[in-house]
Protein backbone atom coordinates (compact mmCIF):
# COMPACT_ATOMS: atom_id res chain seq x y z
CA UNK A 1 0.00 0.00 0.00
CA UNK A 2 1.87 3.11 -0.80
CA UNK A 3 1.02 6.44 1.12
CA UNK A 4 -0.81 9.86 0.01
CA UNK A 5 2.53 10.97 -0.85
CA UNK A 6 3.64 8.65 -3.25
CA UNK A 7 4.33 9.94 -6.68
CA UNK A 8 2.00 8.66 -9.30
CA UNK A 9 1.72 7.54 -12.89
CA UNK A 10 -0.72 9.15 -14.88
CA UNK A 11 -3.22 5.74 -14.21
CA UNK A 12 -2.60 6.98 -10.65
CA UNK A 13 -0.84 4.01 -9.74
CA UNK A 14 1.83 4.58 -6.75
CA UNK A 15 5.35 4.19 -8.26
CA UNK A 16 8.22 3.35 -6.88
CA UNK A 17 11.53 5.05 -5.91
CA UNK A 18 13.37 1.81 -5.12
CA UNK A 19 16.24 4.15 -7.55
CA UNK A 20 19.57 2.79 -5.17
CA UNK A 21 18.08 -0.54 -5.81
CA UNK A 22 17.36 -0.86 -9.31
CA UNK A 23 20.58 1.69 -10.32
CA UNK A 24 22.80 -1.37 -8.58
CA UNK A 25 21.14 -4.02 -10.60
CA UNK A 26 21.70 -2.47 -13.70
CA UNK A 27 25.12 -1.77 -13.08
CA UNK A 28 25.81 -5.14 -11.84
CA UNK A 29 23.79 -6.63 -14.97
CA UNK A 30 26.16 -4.00 -17.51
CA UNK A 31 29.06 -5.72 -15.53
CA UNK A 32 28.27 -9.30 -15.93
CA UNK A 33 27.43 -8.04 -19.40
CA UNK A 34 30.87 -6.52 -19.84
CA UNK A 35 32.75 -9.56 -18.89
CA UNK A 36 30.96 -12.31 -20.62
CA UNK A 37 32.14 -10.36 -23.95
CA UNK A 38 28.20 -9.43 -24.35
CA UNK A 39 28.29 -6.40 -24.89
CA UNK A 40 29.95 -4.53 -28.43
CA UNK A 41 32.59 -1.81 -27.88
CA UNK A 42 31.73 1.29 -27.25
CA UNK A 43 33.13 4.78 -28.51
CA UNK A 44 34.57 6.61 -24.62
CA UNK A 45 31.80 9.61 -25.82
CA UNK A 46 29.22 7.77 -26.27
CA UNK A 47 29.81 5.81 -22.96
CA UNK A 48 29.63 9.08 -21.22
CA UNK A 49 26.60 9.88 -22.96
CA UNK A 50 24.85 6.43 -21.72
CA UNK A 51 26.43 6.81 -18.24
CA UNK A 52 24.96 10.26 -17.95
CA UNK A 53 20.99 8.93 -19.49
CA UNK A 54 21.68 6.72 -16.99
CA UNK A 55 22.28 9.07 -13.92
CA UNK A 56 19.44 11.58 -15.08
CA UNK A 57 16.56 8.77 -15.16
CA UNK A 58 17.81 7.90 -11.46
CA UNK A 59 17.49 11.47 -10.51
CA UNK A 60 14.46 12.08 -12.07
CA UNK A 61 12.61 8.88 -10.99
CA UNK A 62 13.67 10.29 -7.51
CA UNK A 63 11.84 13.43 -8.20
CA UNK A 64 8.51 11.72 -8.91
CA UNK A 65 9.03 11.29 -12.84
CA UNK A 66 7.12 8.34 -14.11
CA UNK A 67 9.87 7.96 -17.24
CA UNK A 68 7.87 5.90 -20.03
CA UNK A 69 10.72 5.92 -22.74
CA UNK A 70 14.27 5.66 -23.21
CA UNK A 71 16.04 6.53 -26.65
CA UNK A 72 13.04 6.69 -28.18
CA UNK A 73 12.97 6.80 -32.01
CA UNK A 74 11.28 6.52 -35.07
CA UNK A 75 12.26 5.39 -38.20
CA UNK A 76 10.24 8.33 -40.16
CA UNK A 77 12.96 11.03 -38.34
CA UNK A 78 16.59 11.37 -37.92
CA UNK A 79 17.59 11.20 -33.78
CA UNK A 80 16.26 10.23 -30.66
CA UNK A 81 14.81 11.79 -28.01
CA UNK A 82 16.75 10.33 -24.40
CA UNK A 83 14.25 10.36 -21.90
CA UNK A 84 9.96 10.73 -22.23
CA UNK A 85 8.35 10.65 -18.51
CA UNK A 86 5.61 12.06 -17.28
CA UNK A 87 5.91 15.26 -14.53
CA UNK A 88 3.24 14.98 -13.22
CA UNK A 89 -0.28 15.58 -15.99
CA UNK A 90 2.67 16.74 -18.02
CA UNK A 91 4.23 14.77 -20.86
CA UNK A 92 8.17 16.07 -20.57
CA UNK A 93 10.43 14.91 -23.79
CA UNK A 94 13.90 15.23 -22.00
CA UNK A 95 17.36 15.86 -23.93
CA UNK A 96 20.08 14.64 -21.43
CA UNK A 97 23.69 16.72 -21.85
CA UNK A 98 26.57 14.97 -20.35
CA UNK A 99 30.24 16.13 -19.74
CA UNK A 100 33.21 14.79 -18.42
CA UNK A 101 33.62 18.06 -16.49
CA UNK A 102 32.52 21.62 -17.02
CA UNK A 103 33.74 24.31 -19.31
CA UNK A 104 33.34 26.86 -19.92
CA UNK A 105 29.90 27.09 -21.93
CA UNK A 106 27.19 24.91 -20.25
CA UNK A 107 25.84 21.26 -21.21
CA UNK A 108 23.06 22.86 -21.67
CA UNK A 109 23.96 24.96 -23.65
CA UNK A 110 24.42 22.43 -26.87
CA UNK A 111 20.51 21.92 -27.39
CA UNK A 112 20.99 24.74 -29.80
CA UNK A 113 17.85 25.44 -32.55
CA UNK A 114 18.81 22.55 -34.51
CA UNK A 115 18.72 19.67 -32.06
CA UNK A 116 15.45 21.79 -30.73
CA UNK A 117 13.86 21.37 -33.78
CA UNK A 118 14.38 17.87 -33.62
CA UNK A 119 12.96 17.10 -30.61
CA UNK A 120 10.06 18.76 -31.44
CA UNK A 121 9.13 17.09 -34.69
CA UNK A 122 9.90 13.86 -32.73
CA UNK A 123 7.71 14.75 -29.70
CA UNK A 124 4.86 15.23 -32.86
CA UNK A 125 5.06 11.57 -33.75
CA UNK A 126 5.28 10.08 -30.48
CA UNK A 127 2.32 12.26 -29.33
CA UNK A 128 0.25 10.87 -32.32
CA UNK A 129 0.40 7.41 -31.07
CA UNK A 130 -1.46 8.63 -28.05
CA UNK A 131 -5.46 8.31 -28.02
CA UNK A 132 -7.08 11.27 -29.22
CA UNK A 133 -8.91 12.63 -25.86
CA UNK A 134 -5.13 12.04 -24.38
CA UNK A 135 -3.47 14.37 -26.52
CA UNK A 136 -5.90 17.25 -26.25
CA UNK A 137 -5.78 17.17 -22.51
CA UNK A 138 -1.53 16.59 -22.15
CA UNK A 139 0.53 19.50 -21.12
CA UNK A 140 4.00 19.06 -22.97
CA UNK A 141 7.06 20.32 -22.08
CA UNK A 142 10.90 20.35 -23.35
CA UNK A 143 13.23 19.59 -20.71
CA UNK A 144 16.97 19.34 -20.25
CA UNK A 145 19.31 17.69 -17.88
CA UNK A 146 23.02 18.65 -17.86
CA UNK A 147 24.91 15.74 -16.00
CA UNK A 148 28.48 16.34 -15.19
CA UNK A 149 30.38 12.93 -14.28
CA UNK A 150 32.79 13.23 -11.85
CA UNK A 151 37.02 11.78 -12.81
CA UNK A 152 37.70 7.92 -12.42
CA UNK A 153 39.72 9.10 -8.92
CA UNK A 154 37.03 11.49 -7.82
CA UNK A 155 35.04 9.62 -5.07
CA UNK A 156 32.46 12.02 -5.81
CA UNK A 157 28.85 11.61 -7.33
CA UNK A 158 27.53 13.43 -10.57
CA UNK A 159 26.00 16.85 -10.21
CA UNK A 160 22.96 16.98 -12.03
CA UNK A 161 21.08 19.93 -12.91
CA UNK A 162 17.69 19.91 -14.27
CA UNK A 163 16.50 22.72 -16.24
CA UNK A 164 12.52 22.22 -16.63
CA UNK A 165 10.71 23.95 -19.89
CA UNK A 166 14.28 24.89 -20.98
CA UNK A 167 12.62 25.94 -24.37
CA UNK A 168 9.46 26.46 -26.28
CA UNK A 169 7.12 23.64 -27.53
CA UNK A 170 6.47 26.11 -30.71
CA UNK A 171 9.42 28.10 -32.06
CA UNK A 172 9.13 32.25 -31.45
Not at 37 to 55: D, F, K, S, V
Not at 56 to 83: E, I, M, N, S
Amino acid sequence: MSSPSSPKNPSGAAVSNGTAFGRRILQGIDALSARLGRTPPIAPHLQTGLHGEEEAFFYLRQRGYVVVARRWKTPKLPGDVDLIAWDGDTLCFIEVKTRAHRDIVPAEFAVDERKQRVLRSLASVFRKRLPEETRRQTLVRFDVVSVYLPGERERSQAVIELFPAAFARHPE
